[in-house]
């Protein structure tokens, strides 16, 4: 696992497509921005129990996408 530091404003970039900008800090929290292709799956970690067990149970698996086109992106 590579461990970085950034700063409000600063980003990372993951191959060509997908950029990570931290937009706010505060407290012990840090918002984070993702810039990815639409059909990129993106979720949260505590979902990803959630979205295993709704696949199981699920009738079509088109159910399940999440993509980053349905989550809000913050203002630049």
């Known amino acids: 696992m590579l461990v970085l530091s950034r700063r409000e404003g600063e980003w990372i970039r993951i191959g060509n497509s997908i950029t990570i900008t931290i937009v706010r800090t505060g407290g012990d929290k840090v918002r984070v921005g993702i810039d990815a292709p639409n059909d990129l799956l993106i979720l949260r970690g505590e979902l990803e129990v959630y979205n295993n067990e709704r696949t199981i149970s699920a009738d079509s698996a088109s159910d399940n996408i999440v993509n980053s086109s349905s ?6």
């Open 71 to 76: 989550i809000s992106k913050p203002a630049a």
